[in-house]
């Protein structure tokens, strides 16, 4: 039969509290379903140690002192590129034994400090802008090959109007790129970020 885990300290303490009263070991282990064994070591264990709850258990100790998870966050906060090998390196300087990359990546963690790749933004051409405004301003003007809707037109009153048509071409001729342009590509002045 497999093993099972350890009883809980509350199991224990009613295991305590139920002998206390008068009840043997084997009447414990049917009220409290667990094995007549359990309880029998539950007791011995309390006799020995005078108390219910585990005792230390030695683990493996830490490989980084409090001093030194310290300075692994502030280093990376102070300078957000740099990578665990190089962390770890600058670390490692100071001290004896050397520490793995992965350990200075789970201090890291620990600190709630994730590595993260800041995201490449596009470069968008004079002619992708110039398409992205066109587009715009035909979902703008109701999507239908620049018309707008009667509702639209109602609340806003047509724009296109005699008077307004020649600032509208003007604006037009503005964003307008000549075709030589278009066809060899844009130069590196007009390569900008968004």
Do not use: W
Not at 135 to 162: F, H, I, V, W, Y
């Amino acid at each position: 039969m497999a093993r099972k885990g350890e009883l809980s300290s509350e199991t224990r303490q009613s295991i305590l509290v139920l002998r206390n009263e008068g009840c043997s070991m084997r009447e414990i282990a049917k009220k409290l379903k667990i094995s007549y064994n359990g309880v029998y070591c539950s007791l011995q264990r309390t006799a020995q140690t005078g108390s219910t709850e585990n005792r230390t258990r030695s683990g493996r100790p830490r490989c980084t002192t409090k001093q030194e998870d310290k300075y692994i966050r502030v280093s990376s906060l102070r300078n957000r590129h740099l990578t665990g090998p190089q962390l770890a390196d600058s670390l490692n300087v100071t001290r004896k034994t050397p520490v793995s990359t992965s350990t200075v990546k789970r201090r890291l963690r620990d600190a709630d400090h994730l590595g993260r790749v800041a995201n490449k933004k596009p470069y968008l051409r004079l002619a992708n802008k110039t398409k992205r405004l066109r587009g715009a301003k035909e979902k703008n003007a109701g999507g239908r090959g620049g018309q707008r809707s009667p509702q639209l037109q109602e609340c806003a009153g047509d724009p296109t109007t005699e008077d307004e048509q020649p600032q509208v071409q003007e604006a037009a001729e503005v964003h307008r790129i000549p075709e030589e342009e278009s066809e060899r590509g844009p130069t590196p002045k007009e390569t900008v970020p968004l």
